[in-house]
């Protein structure tokens, strides 16, 4: 950093000019710190884990501010290493977590039970009847699928239930007192009207037909946040929500926050992907791709979600549960057996030479199959993960394949789901990748653009994506947001970078179309494998 950039960033600093963004992930939470031209002055991050707890996967509310306190005083320690200063006030502040789930919350705003997060695939029914209901598909993961499923199975919590939100949404709630969400994560909860922006009311009367009297006068309305679009003012930090962030006391209050935000539209910000035509891919504990429509989809289709950008725009999302973890529980049996000859090496060195194996295996991956499900997967019909390697006998079982397997098992799920929108004759011209997986240049970025039969572009934040593109939605807020989110990120913010793009090279397309091929008959061996084990 030379001294005219250090200066510049340390008035930024101490003037309150700096922008700062938070994001729940599902391993990770991450604070990053702005300029207001979308420049990274600092960062902090806190790992933390879900429990399986009563057959329901979970995160503990003290956990969570548990680790925002930790993630955001790392990010306080870098600056005050880095500028000789401290961080007393900012321009603005975003928060952004993992979509979807069921945070109720009584008339007291005490948790009525344990946070439910997108993982659990208990609502399978619930998820049936509002698709057929609502003739439109409705995801198990999304909020509504979760009350209805809790009304279904008579849950003894649901007369009193007085609010209902995600989690960005109960962590800007905490931090401002305001009940609010941005519209991308309000469109994982319950379906927007693309025109209005809204909860669609039509569907809002439906259900409250449905429930009859269950959920009160007020009816489902009256327990969903209120929908704010990019570049809305949502609210200002309290003083309590100062000393939650920040125990220390030296953060200020009064500070504007946007809009929180879910972990989809954040990517989406973070790779300059919200125009139309535009997509992009989110590798991590899940997977996930968006796609800005230019038109309607025909019908309804259960591997495709209709959200929208932050700014109410409609996006096709595909969604599967499962991504990288399965990968990672590799990375780590391979860094307990370089430590038990003696090599203590670490997590970056592991991963670099792991995906440069992959790089060296066969096309198809050596007639190996991975199967990375370690909770249940919608898309290819899956109650409860059950992860399997699967081979035959004349397979060829080198660490070559069995990694190139692995990466292959991260997208599968993800193309059959993507090979829905080609078929509506959806155009994509190039898809945008970031998180961990894309860390290590090349590797998973050509796998998946062979995966996905379209060119993938990586820009240098590809894996730090979520809290900066939270923050740069904090910035646009601040900016006054006098023109459309994404002419202000092409002019303000990406103006000067240019992603690596990379094609798709054809022997690797038709290596892993044997594989997809292969992968799809063998669905029935992960099937039975889940009935029986």
């Given at each position: ?406 990466l292959y098992a991260v997208f599968s799920t993800l193309s059959l789901g993507l090979r829905v929108l080609t078929e ?110």
């Open positions: 950093m030379s001294t005219q950039q250090f200066q510049t960033a340390r008035s930024d600093i101490d003037s309150g000019r700096a922008y700062l963004g938070i994001e729940l992930g599902s391993t990770r939470i991450k604070a990053v710190l702005i300029a207001p031209n979308g420049d990274v002055l600092a960062g902090g991050e806190h790992q933390w884990e879900n429990r399986y707890e009563n057959r329901l996967w979970t995160y503990s509310l003290e956990a969570v501010w548990e680790g925002i306190q930790r993630c955001y005083g790392a990010l306080v320690e870098q600056v005050e290493l880095d500028y000789q200063t401290s961080l007393r006030q900012l321009a603005g502040i975003g928060i952004s977590a993992m979509m979807h789930g069921y945070l109720a919350f009584d008339a007291q705003g005490q948790l009525l039970v344990p946070f439910r997060t997108w993982r659990n695939t208990n609502t399978a029914v619930a998820a049936e009847q509002l698709s057929a209901r609502f003739a439109c598909n409705i995801p198990l993961r999304w909020s509504i699928a979760h009350l209805w499923q809790a009304m279904l199975d008579h849950e003894e919590h649901v007369p009193r239930l007085d609010r209902l939100t995600t989690l960005a949404g109960y962590v800007h709630w905490k931090l401002t007192g305001e009940f609010v969400l941005g519209v991308g994560d309000a469109s994982g909860m319950f379906p927007i009207d693309s025109e209005s922006g809204q909860y669609d009311a039509r569907l809002i009367a439906s259900f409250d037909e449905l429930a009859g009297d269950r959920l009160g006068s007020g009816g489902l309305r009256a327990l969903l946040p209120i929908v704010k679009r990019a570049g809305e003012n949502a609210g200002l930090l309290s003083a309590d929500g100062a000393r939650l962030l920040d125990p220390s006391g030296t953060l200020q209050a009064g500070i504007a926050l946007c809009p929180p935000e879910g972990d989809a539209g954040t990517g989406m910000v973070a790779t300059n992907s919200v125009a139309v035509r535009t997509g992009n891919i989110s590798a991590g504990t899940s997977i996930f791709a968006m796609v800005v429509l230019e038109r309607a989809l025909h019908g309804a289709h259960a591997e495709v979600d209709l959200v929208t950008t932050p700014s109410g725009d409609p996006v096709a999302m595909v969604h599967c549960n499962n991504g990288a973890s399965e990968l990672g529980a590799w990375a780590e049996v391979f860094t307990q057996f370089a430590a038990g000859l003696g090599h203590q090496v670490d997590a970056t060195q592991v991963y670099a030479t792991l995906f440069d194996a992959a790089r060296q295996g066969s096309p198809d991956a050596g007639g190996l199959l991975a199967y990375n499900n370690l909770s249940g997967e919608p898309i290819t019909g899956l109650s409860e993960g059950r992860p399997l390697l699967v081979r035959g006998p004349d397979s060829q079982l080198t660490l070559a394949n069995l990694m190139r397997s692995q509506q004759g959806v155009q994509i011209e190039t898809m945008h990748a970031h998180g961990g997986l894309f860390r290590t240049p090349g590797v998973a970025q050509q796998m998946l653009a062979a995966a996905i039969g379209t060119p993938v572009a990586v820009g240098q934040g590809a894996g730090e994506g979520g809290a900066w593109g939270i923050a740069v939605l904090a910035a646009y807020m601040g900016s006054g947001a006098r023109e459309d989110l994404a002419d202000y990120l092409q002019r303000q913010i990406f103006v000067a970078t240019q992603p690596a793009v990379l094609a798709p090279q054809e022997v690797d397309v038709v290596g892993y179309d044997s594989y997809l091929n292969r992968y799809s008959a063998g669905l029935a061996v992960q099937r039975a494998a889940t009935e029986a084990l």
